[in-house]
């Protein structure tokens, strides 16, 4: 029923800021209980979790993504959205928005931790 849709650049500079939105139909981001997450694949790797903002509002990050990212909602378009400053190559991924009924603190991602996931969209960061 509920429905995510990640849409951003696929082509970004390093040094450059990404920024990716979370449209989400289906459901309403400040019903509780839910954490709405970004999480990424970068080539040949796990699935890694950026950060979350719950229902309430609450914005939660991994230590690794804490100094340089930011998540933000706008509840009257039912988005939530990603920024991700000072990229480099490093962070050329499949990134994904998700919904849980948690938020995971483990490294270690599963699918089946989130109930719903968008299909994912392409960044590449290249000069």
């Known amino acids: 029923q509920v429905q995510l849709q990640e849409s951003g650049p696929g082509l970004v500079k390093p040094s450059q800021t990404l920024s990716l939105t979370c449209t989400v139909s289906g459901g309403t981001i400040t019903t509780n209980y839910y954490y709405w997450t970004w999480i990424r694949q970068s080539p040949g790797k796990d699935l890694e979790r950026i950060a979350a903002?719950?229902?309430?509002?609450?914005?939660f990050y991994r230590p690794s993504f804490e100094d340089r990212s930011s998540i933000t909602r706008d509840t009257s378009t039912n988005q939530f959205a990603l920024n991700l400053r000072s990229v480099t190559p490093d962070d050329t991924a499949v990134y994904y928005c998700?919904?849980?009924?948690?938020?995971?603190?483990?490294?270690?991602?599963?699918?089946?931790?989130?109930?719903?996931w968008g299909k994912g969209t392409q960044v590449t960061v290249a000069p």
């Open positions: 998700a919904r849980g009924s948690k938020c995971y603190y483990s490294d270690y991602v599963t699918r089946e931790e989130y109930d719903s």
């Open positions: 903002i719950a229902s309430s509002g609450s914005t």
